[in-house]
Each structure stands twice: as C-alpha cells, then as structure tokens.
C-alpha cells in the first residue's frame, strides 16, 4: 500500500460520502440541505518514534498527561496526519456577523466532527483491510479531553501531532495554519505501516503566522493579543453558545476574514 492510494481512498471517500453533506433530518434550515462540509482533505506522514513528541509532556507545551504515539501503539511506524478544510459556503456564512457563530459553521462543527469520524474510520479499515495494524487515538477509551490543571489540554492533540508531522505551523489564536489554511479540523491515525515521511517544512512553531492580529479583532471576546490566546475566555463563551444551539457548539470568528483563512501568509 502506497501513500497515493491513502489520499485517493480519502478523497474519493470525502466527495461522495452522505455524512459530508448537510442533510434534511439534521439542517438547521431547509436552505442548508445538500451544503458540502469540508473540500478533499490534505495530508502528512510524519515519523511514529519522532523525538519532538517527548517534549510535549512538558508543561510548557501539553504536559505529562500527553500520551505518546509509541504509547498508544508500540508497534507504529507512521502517524497518518490529516485536514479536513471547510467549503467556502461554511466560510463566507461565518464571516458575516462578528457576534455569533453562524448556523452553517456550527453544522460544519458539529456534523463535521461526525464526518470526520466517519473518514478516520474509512483509513483506518482501508490499512487493516490490508494487513496492517491501525489505532485512532482520539477514537480509544484511553483518550481524554482536558481537565483539573490541564482542562485545555487533552492526552493527544491533533494540531501537535500536525505540526510534528509537518502539515503547518500555529498562529496567534492557537490555530494550526495549514497551506489550505487555518479553517477546519484535524485528524490521524497510527499504523504499523511504513510509509515514506514528510519533512518539517519548517522551523519555527509559528512560522507560517505573519503576526499580523487580525484574528484579534475578530474574537467576539476579545481572547487573542499579541500575546496569545485566552483559554478562559474562549472557554466561557463556547458555553454559552452550546446552551443557545445545544447540541450544537463553535465559533470559529478567529479563522474567517483573515490573512490565513484559506492559506499561509508566511509559507516560503
């Protein structure tokens, strides 16, 4: 098995599978049905036994609760990293009001995090189909999402592992900024496959982040400065979001109507 036939099953799985469509049981709107989430996804292989993972049980970047690849499945070879960019219908809806989120971007939220299921999924039982041993971290038991001292921070970050395995670098709003920008989610898999690597395009965690702040005038918190991003904050507001459009949740103000939406400023 080849990496070209990984990326042609995924994308021809992403245009045609129902689940990357809004449907009728589940639109917000009769206006929704039939709307594309997310556009073919982009990918990178990285190495399962990278040293850089170890440094991300630092406090300073995850913590100790970070659970390394070779943890989670000793025998790995590659971690198969992928993004799933959203359509400009899911885009330009976000972009019109700076208050709430939009209708069409909690959909590509919500729905699309089930899609995205869907298409790891599809990978995975793409390798095991032939012969080889795969394992979905954010889809295991093992798998937990922040909390105590580390509730912004769960045990395997798919924007960390992304930036390991060389699909893009992170920006002001803690959003990883890919060559297909910075609007959409992320996703990977392990496997005893070994495939051929991708190299770090980089090397500067926010290289392809030109500083520029528009994400700050975006935030309808104000959560992002100079400095970064407030946890807290965006937190707060995601609440209240989800009581409003339960089960329903996002925002997503900070990657619409900027420079990296849909690109890299600063990529060479």
């Known amino acids: 098995m080849t990496r070209d036939e990984i990326i ?47 440094t991300y049980k630092s406090n300073e970047i995850i ?10 499945l ?28 939009d209708e069409l971007w909690l959909h590509g939220r919500f729905e699309g995090q089930m899609f995205l299921k869907e298409l790891s999924i599809h990978i995975q039982l793409f390798l095991s189909d032939a012969g080889y041993n795969s394992l979905i971290p954010s889809f295991e038991k093992r798998f937990k999402t922040g909390s105590g001292e580390n509730k912004f921070t769960s045990n395997w970050s798919e924007r960390h592992v992304a930036y390991a395995c060389g699909l893009g670098t992170f920006g002001l709003s803690k959003g990883l900024i890919t060559e297909k920008g910075v609007c959409g989610r992320f996703g990977s898999i392990l496997t005893e496959l070994d495939l051929p690597k991708d190299k770090r395009p980089y090397k500067n965690v926010c290289e392809y982040c030109t500083m520029c702040g528009a994400c700050i005038a975006y935030c309808p918190v104000n ?16 609440g209240k979001v989800l009581e409003k459009h339960k089960p329903r949740y996002g925002c997503g103000k900070c990657q619409v109507n900027i420079p990296c939406e849909s690109r890299a400023p600063g990529m060479v």
């Open 223 to 238: 959560a992002i400065s100079t400095e970064g991003k407030d946890d807290s904050l965006c937190s707060a507001f995601l």
């Open 63 to 72: 913590g100790e609760h970070f659970i390394s690849p070779l943890e989670w």
């Open 74 to 101: 000793s025998a790995a070879k590659t971690i198969i990293s992928f993004f799933l960019p959203f359509t400009d219908k899911i885009k330009l809806a976000n972009g019109q009001s700076r208050n709430w989120p």
């Open 8 to 54: 042609i099953s995924a994308e021809q799985f992403t245009e045609k599978a129902s689940g990357n469509y809004i449907n009728s049981k589940t639109a917000l709107s009769e206006n929704y049905v039939g709307i594309k989430i997310f556009d073919p996804p982009i990918f990178a292989f990285g190495y399962a036994n990278d040293e850089l993972y170890e």
